[in-house]
């Protein structure tokens, strides 16, 4: 008799998804599927609107990573309108960019998953959460309210808003930055660094104690897709896309945003409203890859800032080739804090950054254009075609989510086959169920417009609809 | 960000598109012009309260927390002392209430307010829309003057009462 385990919800995530673990006769896990319960919409109902208000439309997708859709979508809109933008234009949206890293970064690690890493994957559910973080190690939540902090404050001085923020426009940004401004933000760098300083001379103490999760993390080898720069290091807002096998050897390199559909198909599972990314190559699912921390990390040959590249030194020898197990996406994610502070900083520098000219201005000169940015969690494309008085007629996007999909239905099932036994599911093998999804940190298109608290079910449902065990968080 | 020399601190929540979730938010707009030029009175309006506010609640002196309720009668204000709490059942990373914000700035700066209350108004309808009810609407005027002597004892280090 098979048998069907359900999460639903997953906590600790953005946004609402569920968890379902199918057991065989014998009562061993068999299959995982991770669904996103969500229907959004948005490529649907974008048609018929102008081009130019794609960005502020495509930002309200998400109020954790607004930034990084504003950025895909207003590349794309500037590939309709054939502009380059203005270096200083540039400067400045790398820099909203890696703010919203920063500050998205420090949400996943220690508001949703350092109260595992700091309480352990079996301790009491009450206090795993950022008032466990509070008690236990209060400096290490100071440490990561900081980080939200700064990196929400840059994109409240650049934009006027730290959620959805208007600056970012078709041809590069409404208004140059101000020198108290720049100065602003340069004072709050030493902070920032004394922040990040202390998570990460904490993760690599405490992440040995975690090798049995190590072990089945979503830990195979897999393909890693991620922006990079021409001098092979990283990059979340220009550059173009390189794709890496499981050794680590390039396969497609130099994939700008219009080469993307070439490269990468999307297919279709009866089971999530999330589509699955693939290389086309290749074939789904066996063409199935990483994006986000983990894979920019395995993908460059150096962070290009001096802190970040000895910390990538290190995480380097993490493995011969390509770092596997997922939960060094941990790892991977204060790296990039680290590096975005730095980089912050250099652009700040930037003899030409409090340059007037910020704005290209043009109209229609193609009828498709298609963007793409690193969001936090990953790789992001949106592309998108107009008519001649430039009204969308159709939009695709490509989030992270999707991209990581396969490999969190695989991590899922490689924890389930681990720590589920005798068809019952204990807290802390549910919360491992769940902790190998939160390494990824996906955005299951997260509003911030929840209302009310959701209960977390873990349902235990035979064949016939008969409950035979029961969680309730 | 809010230093010690902030006597009040007025932290309004709500969605202005949800109808009379937007009362915290329309009634923080009051008292920023209200209280201008007043630079010991700080307001932060916010979509929702997170846990990074505690910093700021942390370094004020006092605060008044302004949210709608869907608990409360149509268009009544309240205004009640609140203290800080550990509890998590309002717990989330993108939304927490007002005495867990203070448990947060109790148990990550070792710092709290000498005084904070909550002034609600009761909803009438949290539908889509960018209007009030119509028992929101009539309140106003009682919810700026209620919102006014609030401030007014705070400063002084009294918790004000209905």
Known sequence: ?473 | MTSLHIRCLILACGNTLRSDDGIGPWLADWAKDRFQGDRTIEVIRRHQWTPELAEDIAHAASVLFIDCSAASPPGSVSVIAVEASSSTNALATHHIGAPELLGLARDLYHSLPRAAVLLTVGAGSLELGERFSQPVLDATPLACAKLEEAVSQLIVHRAPRD
């Open chain 1, 1 to 473: 008799m098979s048998q069907t385990i359900t999460i639903d919800p997953v906590t600790r995530l953005e946004g609402h998804g569920k968890i379902t673990i199918y057991l065989d006769a014998q009562g061993e896990v068999e299959n995982a599927q991770f669904h996103v319960t969500q229907v959004r919409g948005f490529e649907r109902f974008s048609q018929g609107r102008p081009y130019y208000e794609m960005p502020s439309l495509m930002a309200r997708i998400c109020g954790i990573c607004p930034v990084s859709h504003l950025i895909a979508s207003a590349k794309a809109c500037e590939a309709i309108m054939s502009v380059r933008i203005p270096h200083t234009a540039a400067q400045l949206r790398r820099m909203l960019n890696l703010a919203q890293m920063v500050q998205s970064h420090a949400l996943s690690f220690f508001y949703l998953s350092s109260p595992d890493l700091l309480l352990g994957m079996e301790s009491n559910p009450v206090a795993r959460n950022i008032f466990g973080v509070a008690e236990a190690r209060p400096d290490l939540g100071r440490a990561g309210v900081g980080l939200r902090r700064f990196g929400q404050h840059i994109i409240e001085l650049l934009g006027d808003k730290r959620i959805h923020p208007g600056w970012v426009v078709p041809g590069g940004v409404t208004e140059p930055l101000s020198s108290a401004k720049r100065d602003e933000i340069l004072a709050m760098i030493p902070e920032a660094y004394a922040n990040i300083a202390l998570a990460l001379d904490w993760y690599k103490k405490i992440a040995e104690n975690f090798k049995a999760e190590i072990d089945v993390f979503a830990n195979f080898p897999s393909l890693y897709l991620g922006l990079i720069n021409e001098d092979e290091s990283i990059e979340f807002t220009d550059g173009a896309l390189r794709l890496i096998g499981e050794q680590g050897q390039t396969l497609e390199d130099g994939i700008t945003a219009s080469r993307f559909t070439e490269v990468i198909g999307e297919a279709v599972e009866p089971y999530s409203y999330t589509k699955f990314a693939y290389v086309k190559s290749l074939g789904y699912p066996q063409g199935s890859y990483r994006v986000g921390p983990l894979a920019r990390l395995n993908i460059v040959k150096s962070m290009g800032t001096p802190k970040a590249e000895r910390e990538f030194t290190l995480f380097k020898q993490l493995a011969a080739g390509p770092v596997e197990s997922s939960f060094h996406y941990h790892h991977a994610r204060l790296i990039e804090v680290l590096y975005g502070i730095e980089k912050i900083e250099q652009i700040l520098t930037d003899t030409l950054i409090l340059d007037k000219h910020v704005r290209a201005s043009a109209g229609v000169n193609r009828l498709e254009g298609a963007g793409q940015a690193e969001a936090p969690r990953g790789t992001l494309n949106h592309h998108y075609k107009v008519d001649e008085n430039g009204l969308i007629t159709w939009a695709n996007l490509v989030i992270a989510t999707g991209q990581n999909n396969n490999a969190m239905n695989r991590g899922v099932l490689q924890v389930a086959k681990k720590y589920v036994k005798d068809r019952k599911f204990s807290e802390g093998a549910m919360n491992r169920v769940e902790a190998v999804v939160r390494t990824f940190d996906p955005c299951l298109s997260c509003s911030t417009h929840a209302y009310g608290q959701m209960p977390l079910v873990l349902t235990l449902v035979s064949p016939e609809g008969e409950i035979v065990d029961q969680l309730v968080r």
